[in-house]
């Protein structure tokens, strides 16, 4: 492997430094009803990670977490409330939302759960219905 690009990312205050390095398996936006009611955003950008790739540097003891389903373990910083990243065990992965990451060139690769979709994007990428088979869903395409 050649070397592996870090990038910083942060909290709203600062008070949680995180580093990601190398390269995310999946990144785009989901259009879920839980990541537009969690966030209270039309859409998450999303990267998605090796989770040893993630590292917090600073401020470890500020970061809180809500579980709503087994599968999304949503941290934030408990001094400003601004959003960190969302674990994913069953899928080995975390989100990290791009918007914390500034540095980073995200470039998006497909929208997951474009059927509950209320900000329509016409981006030409792909729109899954709900998730890609391999991430247990039907794999379905729709319309922009
Ligand atoms: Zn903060
Ligand atoms: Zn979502």
Same mark, same amino acid.
């Given at each position: =492997?050649?070397?592996?690009?870090?990038?910083?990312?942060?909290? $709203?205050?600062? #008070?949680?430094?995180?580093?990601?390095?190398?390269?995310?398996? *999946?990144? +785009?936006?989901?259009?879920?009803?839980?990541?537009?009611?969690? #966030?209270?955003?039309?859409?998450? #950008?999303?990267? /998605? !990670?090796?989770?040893?790739?993630?590292?917090?540097?600073?401020?470890?003891?500020?970061?809180?977490? $809500?579980?709503?389903?087994?599968?999304? @373990?949503?941290? !934030?910083?408990?001094?400003?409330?601004?959003? *960190?990243?969302?674990?994913?065990?069953? =899928? &080995?992965?975390?989100?990290?939302? #791009?918007?914390?990451?500034?540095?980073?060139?995200? @470039?998006?690769?497909?929208?997951?759960?474009?059927? &509950?979709?209320? *900000?329509?994007?016409?981006? +030409? /990428?792909?729109? =899954?219905?709900?998730?890609? &088979?391999?991430? +247990?869903?039907?794999? &379905?395409?729709?319309? @922009?």
């Amino acid at each position: =492997m050649s070397t592996s690009t870090v990038y910083k990312g942060s909290c $709203f205050c600062g #008070a949680v430094q995180f580093t990601v390095t190398g390269k995310p398996a *999946l990144q +785009g936006y989901c259009h879920c009803k839980s990541c537009k009611t969690w #966030a209270a955003a039309p859409a998450n #950008a999303f990267t /998605l !990670w090796d989770p040893k790739s993630v590292n917090v540097a600073q401020g470890s003891d500020n970061i809180a977490s $809500f579980n709503k389903t087994a599968n999304s @373990e949503r941290c !934030w910083c408990k001094v400003c409330g601004g959003h *960190l990243f969302s674990k994913h065990p069953s =899928m &080995e992965l975390t989100d990290v939302y #791009a918007a914390v990451i500034p540095d980073f060139p995200f @470039e998006p690769d497909i929208h997951v759960h474009y059927q &509950e979709a209320t *900000l329509h994007i016409y981006d +030409g /990428l792909p729109k =899954m219905k709900d998730l890609p &088979e391999e991430a +247990g869903g039907s794999g &379905e395409l729709i319309a @922009e």
